[in-house]
């Protein structure tokens, strides 16, 4: 989840827990700031995840119900087709160094949902409308153009939108591939008092808050804007390289003053989660008529969360692969990992 002033910054949480959740003053600097040490430099890099990023996509906005949707691709028109979704607060360059290790096989598209990323903010925001989105997206990328129906894949929130998809629209899909994806909503007021209380008994910073709305902060340099970036829930980066790399993509340039100076701030929209008509969190599949897999984090919290109070909604049949020494943000913590576990699902999948 893309973050602010202290707020969560990485991707989100699973599924509808993936929501900006205030945090206190007690995590440790490497959680809580974990791209201060760098001082607004870039962290070294290794080669492979430098030539994956040289493989730039094709980058555009296209119109759905009246909104401009960032939209990303890779590959040729006439492959099978993959459509990446980012979590909460995050954006479609949460792929961008996974994506190219299918284009060579596969047409692949990421978006940024509404409210995130270079899309537009909407008024309001609903389930409906990202399901919309995601195959509108799929559509423009021509993913559906030689007749075959593409794979969906989204990471927490978004996680949740393609299993909203998978229950309500199973006709856009061939199949769908779920990445640390986590079920039954946001805690309420007394789970979080007590999931915090937990914690703490535990000798552990509080996981769960509840949420504030309030307008981004405006940073004068790009530096201090990298040292509020954090995750959501808190973790200590796998890999900072990405991490910073996913908090450049996540700021854009905002006036600080009437004068016409200008600063940095966060690109998703802060009132989402109060515009968002959260009724489709309420989903629950029916009988299971495509091909469903879930991988996610050994150490994930959001996995937990859910096991841990029986809210796991996935049935029996659906495919699951964990991804050791990792936790939520699988793509931060063991990215080649990930990328091996999807081509192995794929592959069982024939796809």
Known sequence: MA???G?????????????PLPLGSDL????????????????????????????????????????????????????????????????????SFIAPYFAETHRVAALSISGMG????????SFDIFADEIHSAGRAAG??????????IGHSFGGSQVFYSAVNH???????LLVDTGFGGPPTREEAERLEREARARGQAPRWREPQTRPHRVYPTLEMALTRFRFM?????????????????????????????QGWTWKFDPSLWSKLDRSGMSQNLGPLHLPMAHIYGANSAIVQRYSD??????????????????????????PLALVSAMRAVLAMWGK
């Open 28 to 95: 440790p600097p490497e959680i809580a700031s974990p791209l201060a040490p760098f001082a607004g430099a870039r962290p070294p890099a290794p080669s492979w995840f430098e030539a994956a990023l040289a493989h730039e996509p094709e980058r555009r906005l296209i119109p759905v119900a009246g909104a401009e949707i960032e939209l990303l691709t890779w590959g040729e028109v006439g492959k099978p087709g993959l459509i990446f979704v980012h979590g909460n607060s995050a954006h479609a360059d949460w792929w």
């Open 3 to 5: 973050g602010r002033e």
């Open 170 to 176: 199973p006709d856009r899909m061939s199949a769908c």
């Open 118 to 125: 270079a899309s537009s903010w909407r008024d309001r925001y």
């Open 309 to 334: 109070h029986g809210l796991d909604r996935l049935p029996g049949s659906v495919t699951r692969i964990v991804i050791p020494e990792s936790e939520h943000h699988i793509m931060v913590d063991q």
């Open 233 to 261: 829930p808190p973790q200590v980066p796998g890999n900072l390289y990405i991490a910073d790399y996913i908090a450049r993509r996540s700021l854009k340039l905002a006036p600080i003053s009437e004068g016409g100076e």
């Open 143 to 152: 993913l559906y153009d030689d007749g075959r129906k593409p794979v969906y």
């Open 7 to 19: 707020k969560a910054a990485g991707s989100a949480p699973g599924e509808d827990d993936d929501r």
